[in-house]
């Protein structure tokens, strides 16, 4: 295999995320909307733009190495593809999208085996099938090309498998959720002949230790300042850090300056402790990475 790495960059909701992150993880990705192949600041990856519904199939193909989207799409293609790790992106939601089976509000549907015979509509064709032929269940599943949850309350099929966060919508569309089938988060995947070759696995290694490593920094900031030296335990002690603050002493002096890494919400709080304290010289910075 060539020593270049294909990578697919989910379109759409996740793209512009996903450009983000791969710059605070080192790699510049430029997009065009005049372009389906992003430019990479690496010469080791190629990139191309693609619909994270279609990115494990095209990924099964040997198309691409490397790509990201939602553990639903992967599942719902039924792909042979190798899951890396999970992608949770802050900056587009912290919640797992859900799918859940839904009926209407006055539906006697209590559990999936009420529904033996019913049309179920769904974007999830694939896996909805499964989910149901897996417990015997007989059941007709269509697919739903949008306005999903409409067609409960037109009559038009018995039950949906929609998604979902926080289960709001489907509420106020006066539906009820029976069950939850999945949960899903992005995720990192690879192609299993990409994943046997020695340069392609250490490429895609690397990506995952540092959009990880960008993603634990989110949220989080460093702390500094100085400090007299006797007091150390007084001020880490209200210190919150990822392991130990960082003490160190200042050159010729009895003062010494003190580091931490914490999440940002918490500086508001700290920061007058630590100046009643008798911090000084307290300086504040972004993280792109937590390694």
Known sequence: MSNELKLGIPKGSLENATVELFAKAGWKIKTSSRSYFPTCD???????LVRPQEMAKILERGKLDVGIAGRDWVRENDSDVIE?????????SRRPARWVLVVAQDSPVQKPEDLSGATISTELVGFTKRYFANRNIPVDVEFSWGATEAKILKGLCDAIVEVTETGSTIKANNLRIVCELMES???????KD??????????IEQIFTL???????EGMVGLK?????DLIDAITKVLPSLNQPTVSHLYKSDWVSIESIMP???VRRIVPELIKLGAQGIVEYSLNKVL
């Open 42 to 48: 690496d010469e080791g990856i190629s990139c191309s």
């Open 84 to 92: 890396v790790g999970e992608m949770v992106y802050s900056k587009v």
């Open 185 to 191: 988060v992005p995720v990192l995947i690879a192609n």
């Open 194 to 203: 990409a994943w046997a070759d020695p340069w392609k696995r250490t490429k």
């Open 211 to 217: 959009l990880q490593s960008a993603l634990r920094a």
């Open 225 to 229: 300042m100085n400090a007299p030296g």
């Open 264 to 266: 940002e919400k918490e």
